[in-house]
């Protein structure tokens, strides 16, 4: 079975544009969390979906929103991009308390 | 405030050296505890979930535990393909299904 793939892998943009980043999660699998990790730190949660809906969200200004399809698949935009945005974003997918990972994107902010 | 700590954040093993990782936490309402393994640059890797204090599970060379406060990763006769950052993360009854996530622990095993 697929695992949790996300697109694309890698990302450079300069400071102030915008980012899409994408997440197709386990089949099966109707939540979808998004996370940020900086390099040496443990992921951060920026968002969680069920079933279209946002049920939580975390400490990220609003420059930082996203939205699940009603195939499950998510997307994670952020607006007027800053260099702290550099980071690794990653995308879990469960079906009950486990999160599983897919491989990230890595966004470079130049 | 919900918070997780690990420790140490880097270990370097000799080859069959066995040792443990620590994963210490204050949430309100444990609703699970979490370990996964990172390899640099890609997705966390999920090993283990344990629920209740005494709980216990086994993979291979590792084995978790979890107490009331604090949950351990037993690392047996390591091998140098176990080096990696081991996570631990918490999910906590009232924030729903976030996960708080510790700094890590920084593996080598040295063969």
């Known amino acids: 079975d697929a695992g949790v793939t996300q697109s694309p892998t890698h990302l450079i943009k300069t400071r102030g544009q915008h980012v899409t980043l994408r997440c197709s999660p386990i089949?099966?699998?109707?939540?979808v969390s998004w996370y940020q990790q900086v390099l040496g730190q443990g992921p951060q949660f920026i968002f969680q979906y069920y079933e279209k809906e946002e049920r939580g969200r975390g400490n990220f200004p609003d420059r930082f929103s996203a939205r699940q399809f009603p195939n499950y698949s998510s997307e994670l935009n952020v607006n007027a991009l800053l260099l702290g945005d550099s980071a690794l974003y990653l995308c879990?997918?469960?079906?009950?308390?486990?999160?599983?990972f897919g491989p990230g994107t890595r966004l470079t902010v130049l | 405030e919900d918070q997780v700590t690990q420790s140490p954040e880097a270990l370097r093993l000799q080859e069959g050296e066995s040792s443990s990782l620590n994963c210490s936490y204050t949430v309100s309402g444990l609703r699970g505890l979490f370990w996964y393994r990172q390899d640099p640059g890609k997705g966390p890797e999920f090993l283990f979930t344990?629920?209740?204090a005494g709980e216990e599970k086994e993979k291979e060379r590792l084995k978790a535990t979890l107490t009331k406060k604090e949950s351990f990763l037993h690392i047996t006769a390591p091998k140098p393909e176990d080096s990696a950052t081991y996570l631990c993360?918490?999910?906590?009854?009232?924030?729903?299904?976030?996960?708080?996530f510790g700094t890590g622990t920084s593996l080598t095993v040295i063969p």
């Open positions: 344990l629920y209740s």
């Open positions: 993360a918490v999910q906590a009854g009232d924030t729903g299904n976030q996960f708080y």
């Open positions: 879990a997918s469960s079906l009950s308390d486990t999160q599983y």
């Open positions: 089949s099966g699998h109707k939540s």
